[in-house]
């Protein structure tokens, strides 16, 4: 079977600013807005990569983030699937891909080439005191 191949690049730019505390509340309406905008741009094969600080490693803040982008993709009813969290670590690691945590344009392609993903979402973040964005 090919592997279909990322040739677009989808870039949606979601900024949130929350208090720590909201995360539980703000993350779906911001992953249901991305999932709007991702289903008008026709994706549906989807991977979620770890969030990064503004240095572009990897917190757990960040892996946080990205797990429940994850669910909110694949629980916002556009008919989007979210390649497992788990296997793409494991795809990075073998195939030796953003072990930094960047991902720029040529990882970006062949990480969708590899896991046959349409579309990578990533982001960063930045604690802001109280708040992070």
Known sequence: MKIPSVT??????????????????ELPGAAASLA??????GKHQLAVVDFTDLQGN???LGRFIAEEMALGLVTSKKQIAVIDRTHLR????????????????????RLGDIAGVDALVTGTITPLGDSVR
Do not use: M, N, W
């Open 8 to 25: 677009t690049y989808f870039l949606a730019s979601v900024f949130v600013i929350l208090p720590a505390t909201a995360f539980q509340k």
């Open 90 to 109: 494991v795809l990075l690691q073998e195939h030796k891909l953003a072990s930094t945590g960047i991902i720029d344009p040529t990882t970006a392609r």
């Open 58 to 60: 990897v917190t757990e």
């Open 36 to 41: 709007d905008e991702i289903a008008t741009e």
